[in-house]
C-alpha cells in the first residue's frame, strides 16, 4: 500500500525556517512526480510545490516563491520542504501528495496524500 | 490563471438524497479536472480525475461528468459517511495548480 508519512511540523516564529520530510512507501519512489499542498485553519486547499521524478524539475505557488524549496532524497524515498522566512500566513496543515504515472501538460491530480503535518508560524 | 469557482458554498441534505455539486472554470479546462473528498481531520482522498474517471476504490454512487467549463460532481444516494467537504482541483501548464473553494455537504 502506498504510505506518504510526513514530519517536521511545529511552532516557529515569524522569519524562522523549518524543513517538513516526507517518508514515502509502497511504491516505486524515483519515477514519480510529487508535491505539497497546504491547507490554512478552516481554509481551503492551496497548492505549495512540486517536483519531477529525477529532482531536476521544480515548480512553486506565487506566494511561496523564493522562500520555500522543494527536494527528494531518491535513495532515502524522501521528500522535504525547506521553509524559510516564515510568515504568520504560512500556517496550515502541509500535506505531501503524490502524482499518478502519467500527467500532462494540462492534466493531473494527486491520487495518494499523506495525513499532514501542522506549521505554526507565530511570536 | 484558472479561477474554478464552487457551488453552492453549503448543500443540506438527508442520506439516501442525490447531491449534485458543481465547478465552473474560468476558461475551457478541456476534460481535465479531479474531485477530492475531505472528511474533518482527514486527508483528502482522490474521486474522480480526468473529469469523469472514478479512483481506485471509489464507489459507483460518486460520479463526475462535464468538459470545458462546466462540471458536475453527483453522488447518487449519500450514505452517511459521504458528508464531507468537495474539492475540484485543475492543473495548467505543468506549474499552475488550482482549487476551488469547496463545497460542504452537510446532513439536514
Known amino acids: 500500500d502506498v504510505q506518504l508519512l510526513e514530519s517536521g511540523g511545529g511552532l516557529v516564529q515569524p522569519g524562522g525556517s523549518l524543513r517538513l520530510s516526507c517518508a514515502a512507501s509502497?511504491?516505486?519512489?524515483?519515477?514519480?512526480?510529487m508535491g505539497w499542498v497546504r491547507q490554512a485553519p478552516g481554509k481551503g486547499l492551496e497548492w505549495v510545490a512540486g517536483i519531477r521524478d529525477s529532482g531536476t524539475t521544480t515548480t512553486y505557488a506565487d506566494s511561496v516563491r523564493g522562500r520555500i524549496t522543494i527536494s527528494r532524497d531518491n535513495s532515502k524515498n524522501t521528500l522535504y520542504l525547506q521553509m524559510n522566512t516564515l510568515r504568520v500566513e504560512d500556517t496550515a496543515i502541509y500535506y505531501c501528495?503524490?502524482?499518478?504515472?502519467?500527467?500532462?501538460?494540462?492534466?493531473?491530480?494527486?491520487?495518494?496524500w499523506g495525513q499532514g503535518t501542522l506549521v505554526t508560524v507565530s511570536s | 490563471e484558472i479561477v474554478l469557482t464552487q457551488s453552492p458554498a453549503t448543500l443540506s441534505l438527508s442520506p439516501g438524497e442525490r447531491a449534485t455539486l458543481s465547478c465552473r472554470a474560468s476558461q475551457s479546462v478541456s476534460s481535465y479536472l479531479a474531485w477530492y473528498q475531505q472528511k474533518p481531520g482527514q486527508a483528502p482522498r482522490l474521486l474522480i480525475y480526468?473529469?469523469?474517471n472514478r479512483a481506485t476504490g471509489i464507489p459507483a454512487r460518486f460520479s463526475g461528468s462535464g468538459s470545458g467549463t462546466d462540471f458536475t460532481l453527483t453522488i447518487s444516494s449519500l450514505e452517511p459517511e459521504d458528508f464531507a467537504v468537495y474539492y475540484c482541483?485543475?492543473?495548467?501548464?505543468?506549474?499552475?495548480?488550482?482549487f476551488g473553494q469547496g463545497t460542504k455537504v452537510e446532513i439536514k
Open positions: 501528495a503524490k502524482e499518478p504515472q502519467y500527467c500532462s501538460r494540462n492534466s493531473c491530480y494527486f491520487d495518494y
Open positions: 480526468d473529469a469523469s
Open positions: 509502497g511504491f516505486t519512489f524515483n519515477t514519480y512526480a
Open positions: 482541483q485543475q492543473r495548467r501548464n505543468w506549474d499552475t495548480w488550482t
